[in-house]
């Protein structure tokens, strides 16, 4: 699965967390959450102008993420948490109380799913070059409905 020989994609397979969520907004259509994004400290040198999400799931529903346009250098030393949170909505079609309740009851921590695609321009050696890396989300986030 190496289609690279410059940068193992194992290199980028923990790169993308999330930290805490805070719910941001409940409407009766859906959830929104803002997420913080952690970025783990790898040995390439870096910058990435992007990110984009694909097929990402929350609980074991769909959820669509906006594409993340605010660039950053990877961090080498230290995980990192970008300053603009990530902000995703959880479509809620069904009568929104009984939904969030549904929600809020659920488990306290919450499966994520997905892809990240990480566009940017990475340094190997003394070569520069822009490339996308994929990077599957497998992750668990604490339910911000069940605070309190």
Known sequence: NNRD???SDSDFDAL???AKPQLARVTPL???FKVPIVVAPVTQKGRVDFLMFEDMTVNDTS??????HRGFDLPNKKPS???DPLSF??????AVLAAIGDWSDSKAMWPVTGRVYVFGKFKK?????KRCVPVELNLTMRNPLKEN
């Open 5 to 7: 020989a410059n940068i």
């Open 16 to 18: 993308i967390q999330f």
């Open 30 to 32: 859906g959830i929104t």
């Open 63 to 68: 959820v669509q993420i906006d594409e993340y």
């Open 81 to 83: 948490t970008l300053h």
């Open 89 to 94: 909505y959880i479509y809620l079609p069904s």
């Open 125 to 129: 050696g003394l070569f520069s070059f």
